[in-house]
């Protein structure tokens, strides 16, 4: 300012100007925010609808582009809306050119890769929402420098790392949401500063450590706390109750301990408490029964208990979702349930409860799932249930319940999963299921039902899992169940089923099937070579999908993980999965009378893990082809009338656990070397002519070589008599299977195997 005063006035206005054009020229402006739009532009890759390609023209102004709006002071590009366009690309740096972005929302596309450091400089961004697109990498760090930011969306898509603890700078921040992405470690305590946050949504991610104990404390806006699906541990920190905002709390799946802080019935706002499937202990406080806003309830699947009183539902006539499963609820339930007419989920699993199935379950007409499984309930089903227009999920499994299965239930035009497994139901299935039947999962095993498979339930289109084994069904495989084309699990097992399976020769039919249980039954004839050659899940297998999951109902509102949970026995062993693998394949036919040779084409099977064709009337020989079940965990052969050598195309069996071989006709040497050091004796007991380790029996070397050939160069002698003798056995078949029963048991006595079986296939999808 010295050097100015002693300039004349003219000079300083001279000055003056030119400092001013000079300012202007350097300053961006919306020649600046097109050229950043145009970079942008270049890098979408793919605009499917043509969106941008003709409509962003430099012809016309930026602020008249579609997705663009301006500022009227400024004239500058303000908000940027590109959200459901199916764009794929990625983010230049020049965006960060568009210094009076306030709001940026390009959710639901392909965005993909990093964020450029360049958009640090949007400072005066206020909304961020880059949720459902593919971006990568860990969370910026200078995300704290939009001190302005009010809104930030992060869900469905691949960010991983820790969230920075500079997160807690950003103060006026209202919504922070980051569910379905690869989150992880402890959440930072200084989430705790952000005291204007009313939405923190981080569900499904993999967040671990503590809660940290004051990380509420200034948190009294907050109105949504969604951390379901995560690995928290540690103690739900008493200072939740200061967020007396809250309507929505979800600590559901995690792995929370303690107790459950009796504050919490202080939360009066309170619309939805889901803090079930954790390690809590301890009793559920009866002061959360007095929130009248209170509508889901869910506190199942810990370690907890429960009181139930005779009106302690009558605070709650909005209730619409109560699990109460797993809290060791005894005595019968109150009658008091039955006046919350807005109840559409009953979760009362897993309990000591007792008495009769209520009838007033049927007064309850909005309700659309039910499970009561797993408790000492008597009594029948009445029949009044079919009134229940909206059921979807009826559940009674391992209770005391008899009588038989109401008829009407074929008419019940929603009901999706069925399981009444365990029971003492008796009579018939029933016979009536409609045109547009719902069915996807149907279990009644282990109950007294007779007489015939319905042909009606070839009506439910929908059918993924049936399972009617341990029963006293009597019926043939018919044709019908091939109409069944969405059926990955069929479970006939220990029935009184009989005849052949025979199967068309539609080719589209079971091509989704992949675990098939039909052992225990009168099945005889040849073994189906065209049912082997439709199963094409086992054919092509998981290899063709990137990530093997669970089996799902997408459409049930629940987070139900055993919607097809299954039971599973072979050996004797029953294994219970809670969620089954979509990659689990498995092929029992074991105890039954079927004859002949094993067909060559099963070795197309490729993802079969679980194959028993043991106790049957089964000749010839092994073939080679089952060389190439390369995923095979399990093969039991067991008590046939086998013949010839042990392929040794079996050694490229590279997952094999569970071999058995024993009382067949082998001959010859036992392969060595690989998975083949791992088989004790009792793979091969009762084979007489069979050499080598671990036998103690060693080969004649030279003269007993391991040969591919084998069939062909066995001389026809010997195949002929093995011929007559399996026709001599066939029908003694059920003698032999008698007494090799005792071998089963004696065999196969530890669980180990199967449960390395099931470790395995689990650690396959940690992997991917
Ligand atoms: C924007 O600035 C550039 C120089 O950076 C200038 O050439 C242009 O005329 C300006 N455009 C407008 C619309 O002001
Ligand atoms: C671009 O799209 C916007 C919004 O749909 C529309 O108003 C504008 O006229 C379009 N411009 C051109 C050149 O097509
Ligand atoms: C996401 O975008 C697709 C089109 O790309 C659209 O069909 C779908 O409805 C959108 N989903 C949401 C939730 O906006
Ligand atoms: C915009 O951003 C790019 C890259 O960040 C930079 O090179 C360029 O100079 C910036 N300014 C203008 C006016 O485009
Ligand atoms: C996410 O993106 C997929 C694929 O574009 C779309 O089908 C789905 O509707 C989107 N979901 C949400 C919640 O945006
Ligand atoms: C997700 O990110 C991880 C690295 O964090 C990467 O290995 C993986 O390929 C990404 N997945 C997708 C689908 O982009
Ligand atoms: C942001 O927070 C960190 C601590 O988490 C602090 O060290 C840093 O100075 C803060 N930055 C700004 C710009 O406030
Ligand atoms: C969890 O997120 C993953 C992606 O990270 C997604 O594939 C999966 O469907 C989500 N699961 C649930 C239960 O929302
Ligand atoms: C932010 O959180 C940290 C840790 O709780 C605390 O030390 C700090 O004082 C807080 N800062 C503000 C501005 O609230
Ligand atoms: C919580 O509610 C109880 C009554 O249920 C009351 O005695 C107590 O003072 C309340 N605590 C707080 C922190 O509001
Ligand atoms: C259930 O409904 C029946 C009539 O359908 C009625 O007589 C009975 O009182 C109701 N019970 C309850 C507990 O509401
Ligand atoms: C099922 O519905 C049909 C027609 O809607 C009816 O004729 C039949 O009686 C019903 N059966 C039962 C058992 O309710």
């Not at 067909?599 to 080679?624: F, Y």
Request: negative net charge; aromatic residues 10%; proline residues 4%.
């Amino acid at each position: 300012m010295a050097t100015a005063d002693f300039l004349p006035p003219f000079m300083f206005l001279l000055l003056f100007s030119t400092f001013r054009v000079t300012l202007s020229a350097n300053s961006p402006n919306i020649t600046t925010d097109q050229s950043a739009l145009l970079a942008l532009k270049s890098h979408i890759t793919h605009d499917p609808h043509n969106l941008l390609a003709t409509n962003w023209s430099t012809s016309t102004s930026v602020c008249s582009w579609i997705g663009v709006t301006c500022g009227t002071r400024h004239h500058r590009v303000i908000a940027l809306d590109f959200s459901s366009m199916d764009l794929t690309g990625t983010i230049p740096s020049q965006l960060g050119n568009l210094s009076f972005l306030a709001s940026l929302n390009i959710r639901n596309n392909s965005f993909h890769g990093s964020l450029p450091s360049e958009l640090t400089n949007l400072h005066r961004l206020r909304h961020l929402n880059f949720g459902n697109n593919s971006f990568n990498g860990e969370m910026p760090s200078w995300f704290s420098y939009f001190t302005r930011l009010e809104s930030l969306y992060l869900y469905m898509n691949n960010f991983s790392g820790v969230i920075p603890s500079s997160l807690g700078n950003l103060s006026k921040l209202e919504q922070l949401v980051l569910y379905d992405n690869h989150f992880k470690g402890q959440l930072p305590i200084n989430i705790g500063n952000l005291s204007n946050l009313e939405w923190l949504c981080l569900d499904n991610n993999s967040f671990s450590g503590h809660l940290p104990s004051g990380i509420f404390d200034n948190l009294s806006k907050l109105q949504i706390l969604d951390l379901r699906h995560n690995k928290i541990s540690g103690r739900i920190p008493n200072s939740i109750s200061r967020c007396k905002e809250l309507t929505f709390l979800s600590l559901y799946d995690n792995s929370l301990e303690g107790s459950i802080p009796k504050e919490i019935g202080n939360l009066t706002m309170l619309e939805c408490l889901l803090i079930g499937y954790n390690n809590l202990s301890g009793s559920v406080p009866c002061s959360i029964f007095n929130i009248s806003f209170l509508q889901q309830i869910s506190v199942g699947g810990n370690n907890l208990v429960a009181y139930l009183s005779s009106n302690m539902f009558d605070y709650l006539p909005q209730l619409y979702y109560l699990d109460l499963g797993r809290c060791q609820l005894s005595g019968r339930i109150p009658i008091s349930l039955f006046k919350c007419k807005s109840l559409n989920v009953l979760y009362l699993d897993h309990n000591y409860l007792e008495g009769n199935v209520p009838l007033e379950i049927s007064n309850l007409t909005s309700l659309q799932e039910f499970s009561i499984g797993q408790n000492n309930l008597s009594g029948h089903i009445p029949s009044s249930i079919c009134n229940l227009n909206s059921l979807k999920l009826l559940f009674l499994y391992e209770n005391s319940v008899d009588g038989e299965i109401p008829k009407c239930i074929g008419n019940m035009t929603f009901l999706s999963h069925i399981d009444l497994e365990k029971n003492n139901f008796h009579g018939k299935i029933p016979e009536n299921f409609g045109k547009g039947c719902m069915f996807q999962s149907f279990r009644i095993n282990n109950n007294q039902i007779e007489g015939s498979l319905p042909r009606s339930l070839g009506n439910c289109k929908g059918l993924k899992l049936l399972d009617v084994g341990n029963n006293y069904l009597n019926d043939i495989f018919s044709d019908w169940l091939e109409n069944l084309d969405q059926l990955q699990v069929l479970i006939l097992r220990s029935n009184m089923f009989f005849g052949q399976v025979n199967t068309s020769e539609i080719t589209v039919s079971f091509t989704r099937l992949r675990v098939i249980d039909i052992s225990h039954n009168n099945f005889s004839g040849y073994l189906p070579m065209n049912f082997f050659k439709k199963l094409h899940a086992i054919k092509e297998g998981y290899k063709k999908k990137d990530q093997p999951e669970y089996m799902m109902d997408v459409s049930a509102d629940a987070t139900w993980s055993y919607l097809f949970s299954l039971s599973f026995t072979t050996k004797g062993l029953e294994l219970e999965f809670r969620k089954l693998l979509t990659i689990w394949t498995a092929i029992d036919f074991s105890n039954n009378q079927f004859s002949g040779e094993i067909p060559e084409t099963l070795g197309e099977l490729h993802s079969l893990i679980v194959l028993n064709l043991s106790h049957n009337c089964l000749t010839g020989p092994i073939p080679s082809s089952l060389g190439d079940l390369s995923e095979l965990e399990s093969l039991d052969l067991s008590s046939n009338e086998l013949h010839g050598r042990i392929p040794t195309e079996l050694n490229n069996l590279g997952f094999l656990e569970v071999l058995n071989l024993s009382h067949n006709h082998l001959k010859g040497p036992i392969p060595q070397g690989k998975q083949f050091d791992t088989f004790t004796n009792d793979s091969y007991l009762g084979n007489l002519d069979l050499c080598g380790l671990p036998l103690s029996k060693g080969c004649n070397n030279g003269a007993e070589t391991p040969a591919k050939l084998d069939r062909d160069d066995d001389d026809d002698d010997d195949d002929e008599i093995n011929w007559k003798f399996s026709i001599l056995m066939g029908y003694g078949c059920g003698l032999v299977l008698g007494l090799s029963m005792g071998y089963i048991v004696f065999t196969t006595g530890k669980p180990w195997w199967f449960i390395k079986i099931y470790e395995r296939t689990r650690q396959r999808i940690a992997i991917r």
